[in-house]
């Protein structure tokens, strides 16, 4: 039995996650992380803790505290927050990690310092500006011919992202977001969206997985259409995506390590164009492939084990195309008493207090 910490454990990522390591034959011992005391009560792990934010000074403390008490062997994180911190921190933690290097983190991170790569590898991206006054989102409008596409450098869920009518509303939607110096504005894509999620050890290639999206759910509350949150997505096969992706990744980084989950969008040329790879973690809805046959969370373990793979059909998409997943909000309602809430933030001040 391996002994496994994941962090976000209430949130629909780290779930997936969860659930897919629930289906191996292998058995886990996971303990669960959220700094939700609401999120957390939906974890699934076998135990969960309430954390304090990554952003506070005694949160790797309080990691280091739980891999002690559970002899923990390993750690995952799925999302982009954490991921920062735990990054950066990587050699004060206690504990087994597999993910690419410090700097590659820093750069997929960062939308467009992960855009001035591609552009710097000849690859075919949108155009990009970054925005830092009204006169460089003037300039871009006027170049663009105000076909653009708003959107924060960094963060998940398309995060402020928008595209305007007119320069007023893609000033006034900046404005409304303090977004000076954090936005980019780029060439507008087409609506076609696909991810392509791989795993690679050590600068080779193990497995990779490409999916499209059919529509985005509860895309009705979102400015832009999109919430991050698929709501059907189907397997297909596309060549010239596997070239892109691959060639995508290895700008960044040469010797990749670790999981590249590449968002590519297609242009009005029927080009799929890299838009950002969610570093160091599987897109949410990962459980789709294991149910479908790959169990990329169990191979990504494995390989941070150094064990042995079961032999994979093919490299690149060995799941059949047209498979299709479709999903809304992951969890069942759960009933707990409002002193839960209370007894959690109790745990975690108790240990606290003890760092």
Same mark, same amino acid.
């Given at each position: 039995?391996?002994?496994?910490l994941?962090?976000?454990?209430g949130? $629909?990522? *780290?779930t997936? @996650?969860?659930?897919s390591?629930?289906?191996?034959?292998?058995?886990?011992?996971?303990?669960?992380?959220?700094?939700?005391?609401?999120?957390?009560?939906r974890?699934?792990?076998?135990v969960?803790?309430?954390?304090?934010s /990554?952003?506070?000074e005694?949160y790797i403390?309080?990691?280091?505290?739980?891999?002690?008490k559970?002899k923990?062997?390993?750690?995952?994180?799925?999302n982009?927050?954490? =991921?920062?911190?735990?990054s950066?921190?990587?050699?004060k933690?206690?504990?087994?990690?597999?993910?690419?290097?410090?700097e590659?983190?820093?750069? /997929?991170?960062?939308?467009?310092?992960?855009?001035k790569?591609?552009?710097?590898?000849?690859?075919?991206?949108p155009e990009?500006?970054f925005?830092?006054?009204?006169?460089d989102?003037?300039k871009a409008y006027?170049?663009? &011919?105000?076909?653009?596409?708003i959107?924060e450098?960094?963060?998940a869920?398309?995060?402020?992202?928008?595209?305007p009518?007119?320069?007023?509303?893609a000033?006034?939607?900046?404005?409304?977001?303090? %977004?000076w110096?954090?936005f980019?504005?780029? %060439?507008?894509?087409?609506p076609?969206?696909?991810?392509? =999620?791989?795993?690679?050890?050590? %600068?080779?290639l193990?497995?990779?997985? $490409?999916?499209?999206r059919?529509?985005?759910e509860?895309?009705?509350?979102s400015?832009?259409?999109i919430?991050?949150?698929?709501?059907? %997505?189907?397997? @297909?096969?596309?060549?010239?995506?596997?070239?892109?992706?691959?060639?995508?990744?290895k700008s960044?980084?040469s010797?990749?390590?670790?999981?590249? $989950?590449?968002?590519?969008?297609?242009? @009005?040329?029927?080009?799929?164009?890299?838009?950002?790879?969610?570093?160091?973690?599987?897109?949410?809805?990962?459980?789709f492939?294991?149910q479908?046959?790959?169990?990329?969370?169990?191979i990504?373990?494995?390989?941070?084990y150094?064990?042995?793979?079961?032999?994979i *059909? &093919?490299?690149?998409?060995?799941?059949?195309?047209g498979? =299709?997943?479709i999903?809304?909000?992951? @969890?069942?309602?759960?009933?707990?008493?409002?002193?839960k809430? &209370? &007894?959690?933030?109790?745990v =975690?001040n108790?240990?606290?207090n003890?760092?």
């Open positions: 039995m391996k002994n496994i994941v962090t976000g454990a949130g $629909s990522p *780290s997936n @996650f969860i659930r390591l629930r289906s191996a034959k292998e058995k886990y011992f996971i303990v669960g992380t959220d700094s939700s005391e609401f999120y957390l009560n974890s699934e792990a076998d969960s803790y309430l954390a304090p /990554c952003k506070q005694k403390g309080f990691l280091n505290y739980l891999i002690k559970h923990l062997e390993f750690m995952h994180v799925q982009d927050y954490e =991921m920062e911190v735990v950066a921190n990587r050699e933690l206690n504990i087994k990690l597999f993910l690419p290097s410090k590659t983190v820093l750069t /997929c991170l960062d939308k467009y310092e992960t855009y790569k591609w552009v710097k590898n000849d690859i075919k991206v990009t500006y925005i830092n006054t009204f006169s989102l003037k006027e170049i663009l &011919k105000g076909k653009i596409w959107r450098i960094s963060g869920g398309g995060r402020g992202s928008l595209e009518k007119d320069l007023k509303q000033k006034t939607w900046i404005d409304f977001k303090d %977004g110096g954090k980019t504005v780029a %060439g507008l894509l087409s076609n969206s696909v991810t392509w =999620m791989s795993i690679w050890k050590d %600068g080779k193990v497995v990779a997985q $490409s999916r499209k059919l529509y985005w509860l895309s009705k509350i400015p832009s259409g919430t991050g949150v698929t709501g059907a %997505g189907v397997t @297909f096969s596309d060549a010239i995506l596997d070239e892109i992706a691959i060639k995508a990744i960044i980084d010797k990749p390590n670790g999981i590249f $989950s590449a968002d590519l969008t297609y242009d @009005f040329e029927g080009i799929p164009n890299p838009t950002e790879i969610n570093i160091g973690r599987f897109f949410t809805t990962h459980e492939f294991t479908a046959g790959l169990n990329m969370p169990e990504y373990i494995k390989l941070a150094n064990e042995k793979l079961s032999k *059909s &093919k490299k690149i998409n060995p799941l059949k195309d498979l =299709m997943w999903r809304g909000v992951d @969890f069942l309602p759960v009933l707990i008493k409002e002193s809430l &209370k &007894k959690d933030m109790e =975690m108790k240990i606290l003890k760092l």
